[in-house]
Nanobody, 124 residues
């Protein structure tokens, strides 16, 4: 079974940076497009960023564009989310997801496999 494990979350102050990691096992990582989503209590998961099967094409949600960067290392079966200039509004649980059949990068239904999430908390 494909398994995704996120790490790197934590408690930081506004303006700080974090880098999230997601390690994928149980499948050929290069076969998956990867995405990052985030979710606050009582809300739907929000699209953050996505990357195709290489680093050549990436996509971002409007709220994080210019601050976050997604990348992947196929040799390490890992996708990263570099988060800079963090704001209190970025406080959420962040999930990585994998897709083999990718239509709309921002649509959560495009992703078949999900990690357990990692908490990011940004204080004012």
């Amino acid at each position: 079974q494909v398994q995704l494990v996120e790490s790197g979350g934590g408690l930081v102050q506004a303006g700080d940076s974090l880098r999230l990691s997601c390690v994928v096992s149980g499948g050929a990582f290069s076969n998956y497009a990867m995405g990052w989503f985030r979710q606050a209590p009582g809300k739907e998961r929000e699209f953050v960023a996505a990357i195709k099967w290489s680093n050549s094409s990436s996509y971002y949600g409007d709220s994080v564009k210019g601050r976050f960067t997604i990348s992947r290392d196929n040799a390490k079966s890992t996708v990263y989310l570099q988060m800079n200039s963090l704001e209190p509004e970025d406080t959420d649980i962040y999930y990585c997801a994998a897709s083999r059949v990718w239509s709309v990068p921002s649509q959560k239904d495009s992703y078949a496999f999900w990690g357990q999430g990692t908490q990011v908390t940004v204080s004012s």
